[in-house]
């Protein structure tokens, strides 16, 4: 499953030259925006009123996702005039239902979470050929029709104080402070359609 900008070129390409096909999981895609699924390419934007994370957006950096770092030290294909991503781009696989990375090269970044007693809801991404978890869950994401995303039903908890004072994001897995935190929170995330996306290799 590849994400890139080659995606985004041809679907432009198909609007702009007659005779010239969209690919067709990009086309069923735009064809479930409609109804209120995923869109082609989104952010995830943060809804937790009561937190100072609330309407951040999900950042990708060391494997791990996060809300509120500093720098997300990700390698982009930003125009010249355009300012670095400080924030994760996802689409969702059109066959299986996985969440990639959109990527700035042909090799993949898949998310996976882990539910298990072990993994307590652990959210991270591989690289490439890189194996997730021996019990790590990778399809079953799904965007309902409030715009929410989920994994089989089970929401996101964040938790603060990670690194560089960012919030750790997990799977719901049943456990209020996964791994040992403290003070976490259930969040929802919201996908935010992003019509020009921008891909990026993110730190691993």
């Given amino acids: 499953m590849l994400l890139t900008n080659a995606l985004v070129a041809t679907a432009t390409l198909a609007s702009a030259v007659p005779g010239a096909t969209t690919p067709s999981h990009i086309h069923a895609r735009q064809n479930e925006t409609e109804k209120g699924s995923a869109p082609p390419f989104f952010k995830l934007q943060v809804l937790a009123i009561t937190t100072p994370i609330h309407l951040q957006h999900f950042q990708a950096d060391l494997s791990s996702i996060f809300v ?6 990700a390698t982009c294909n930003n125009t010249p005039d355009q300012p670095t991503e400080q924030e994760a781009t996802f689409a969702l696989g ?10 700035a090269s042909a090799t993949p970044q898949e998310l996976y979470a882990d539910r298990s007693g072990m993994g307590q ?78 891909g990026c290799s993110y730190s691993f």
Avoid: H, M
């Avoid at 509120?68 to 030290?73: A, V």
């Avoid at 059109?94 to 990527?103: K, R």
């Fill in 94 to 103: 059109p066959e299986d239902n996985g969440l990639y990375l959109y990527g």
């Fill in 121 to 198: 809801g652990k959210l991270g991404y591989t690289t490439g050929a890189q194996p997730a978890p021996i019990n790590a869950e990778r399809t079953g994401w799904v965007v309902d029709e409030a715009g929410n995303l989920s994994l089989d039903g089970a929401g996101f908890i964040a938790c603060p104080n990670s690194i560089d004072g960012s919030w750790s994001v997990w799977v719901n897995a049943g456990v209020a402070n996964p791994a040992g935190n403290t003070d976490c929170v259930g969040i929802s995330a919201r996908a935010v359609a992003i019509p020009t996306p921008v």
């Fill in 68 to 73: 509120g770092l500093p720098q997300q030290n």
